[in-house]
């Protein structure tokens, strides 16, 4: 598969991602757990919206060095407007963690830990799910057209289903782990497991953990598709889609307490997956140009949130 990524590139990439991990490891540690505040939030949301701008530039200089002017604008801009795409489509996990968090009862100061791991663990799957897809993209072109009607049916749908809470009992995980796993009756501080009267045990936490980390994936069976309709480069498609779920956590705690105002962003993210599909199916005939792509993207997303401000929410007892 053709790709501007070099070893060199890869190995810059992944060294970026793992220290800034560790950071985040070492920073949840020593704080230990508490209840995140929308300041610390903010910062946080702050921190990786910078890294993930900085690596971008840096991308930029080293393409503009070694490649030109030229290319360096596409991939820069391909970068970011993918980055954009996921960032936007990331926002409706966070409707379904909070179901999950309530449906638990997870205690706030260890919400921190269970997203951690969870997203630690989508980036795993969704890295995989990535260059199985950018595999299948320079083997068979024509799956892009699938992708992009798979897109299409699926903006439909979240369009039929906005604003109705995911049914969380109808989820297999769940169900295997309810009838395969020991599971205990409560939380035991920020364990995953604990050994009880000789058995392993598994507490709601690491049921949460899982619950995240495979959440995150069904979505990335959505938003990974969307992020092809921009770029076909897998070096661009998996860094842009890493650093846009690095930042996941922050943005849960961001906007955690305000997703009932946000009632019409589910439309808007909707319309994002609708003009995505379309601009796939139609890339045989008219490829419509990236700058175009990013401002149309923020234009839907911006006008549901402004909306959402504006119109108020209808109680589902009169909807």
Known sequence: MHTIGTSGM???FL????????????????NGAHRVGFREALYWSFAWIGLALAFNLGLWWWLDV???RTVANEVGLEFLTGYVVEKALAVDNIFVFLTVFNSFAVPAEQRQ??????VLGAIVLRAILILVGAELVAEFHWI????????????????????QAPALDDNPVLRWMRARLALTDGFRGSALSVVEQGRRWYTPLFVVMVLIAVTDVIFAVDSIPAIFAVTEDPFVVLTSNVFAVLGLRALFFLLAGMVERFHLLGYGLAAVLLFVG???????IYKIPIGIALVVV???????????LYVPRRDRDQA
């Open 10 to 12: 890869w190995a810059a």
């Open 15 to 30: 060294a970026v991602v793992v220290v800034a991990l560790a950071i985040d490891f070492l920073v949840l540690r020593s």
């Open 66 to 68: 070694h490649a030109g």
């Open 113 to 118: 830990r269970a997203l951690m791991l969870g």
């Open 144 to 163: 892009l057209y699938v992708f992009g009607l798979f897109l299409i049916v699926t903006g439909v749908k979240m369009l039929l289903a906005t604003n």
């Open 278 to 284: 379309t601009k796939m199916l139609l890339a045989g």
């Open 298 to 308: 923020a234009l839907l997303i911006a006008a549901s949130i402004g909306a959402s």
